[in-house]
């Protein structure tokens, strides 16, 4: 059995796998390179070595034969070939433990090193989250996670008490996991809904890596409005989209109590994110001069003509295309479509704004084609069911400003507004 098995080793494996190497030899005409080879198989490899112990003692079993038949003289090799056939077996095999030896120790030692690396990294990783978890926790300023649907996933104890989220359950994500749009403050007047404004705001950040600030409002418990800026940041992680907030509350300060009067001029591209601050900066020192309720409206119809002049003047959206792209849920990629066309992507916006102690003037020009304001001025006096739908904001603009006035094209409005002198 055990001669079958080192026959068997030697001649077909062995032979059959030198008869493959000469053949490709041949093809190659490099038989000195065969040469070589079979001598290094010979002479490094286990099987090499088994078919030189198997040649010897079929030699000297071979010449016992004959020497038993013809030569008569009794020397019997076969049992000196046994016998180094048997020593080179054992040093063949102690030559392979040998090998497997060395490898088992470089797979220790290698993995010692992994370990130790993993160790290593484990203790930084957990002084990085005790880092983050102090800075979270730590700081005064409500910090909050978010999915990408706006859901809270994780809040510090200053945004707990900031958004009275006192024992929600925020350990997993369900349909009664309070979402950020539904704590703040919406003005029913906007015709921008909040829905749409952070659907603007989660495109913007899964499209880019920047960090967007809007300006929000919060209503405490006790009916009182809190303005601040809400700072979102995107942080990708192999399977999802998270969202960083930090909530920096409004505080008015020194400075702005102690505004007089002041003028500025901008100009801003066609997104509803850069109407909303704008108008939120231009409008910011109108409550020195009049009472905060009326100046927050003044906001929102400031706010209403900047986006009039966005989508139905640098970017010629009809009403017929805003309702159909609103029907179909798609009105942002229809208006980021619309941004990116060569026609209207270089238009802008000029936004202008003077305030003093008797009066703020705001005019916003548009690149656009205009309209036929006198014809709907006109048709204001006695409007229609569709054009109080369509022309909301610029009814509320009339009814909040003292002045609004048209250049002749339609695509520049200056507002007035003067305040009542102060015993």
Known sequence: MILYIFGYAVLWDFIATAYRRWKRTVVAQNKAGFGRQLWHDLIKTPLGNVAIGAGILFLTGFF?????IFFLKDIVLSRYGLFVFTIGSALVLANRYGFLFKQLNYANANLEERINDLSVAKAAAERNEHKYRSLFNGTKDPIALLDKQFRFKECNAAAIDYFNLEGTD????????PKLPD???EDQREHISLEERFEEIRERLIASKQAVEVQAQMRSPLGEFKSCTLRMESIRTTDEIEILLRVIPDNKDDLAQAFIEGREHFEIENTLT???DISRHVCSNLAKYMPQEDANFAMVCVREIIINAIEHGNLEITFDEKSKAQR???YFEFLQERK???KYKDRRVQVEYSITPQRALFRITDQGKGFDHRTFLEKAANPSPELLEHG???FMTLAAFDRVVY????NQVTLEKRFKTRA
């Open 64 to 68: 016992d034969i004959l020497d038993s």
């Open 170 to 177: 925020l350990s997993y994500i369900s349909e009664k996991t």
């Open 340 to 342: 990116d066309a060569p």
């Open 183 to 185: 704590l703040l403050y």
């Open 392 to 394: 909301r904001g610029l």
């Open 274 to 276: 850069a109407a909303d």
């Open 407 to 410: 250049n002749e094209a339609g």
């Open 328 to 330: 179909e849920r798609r």
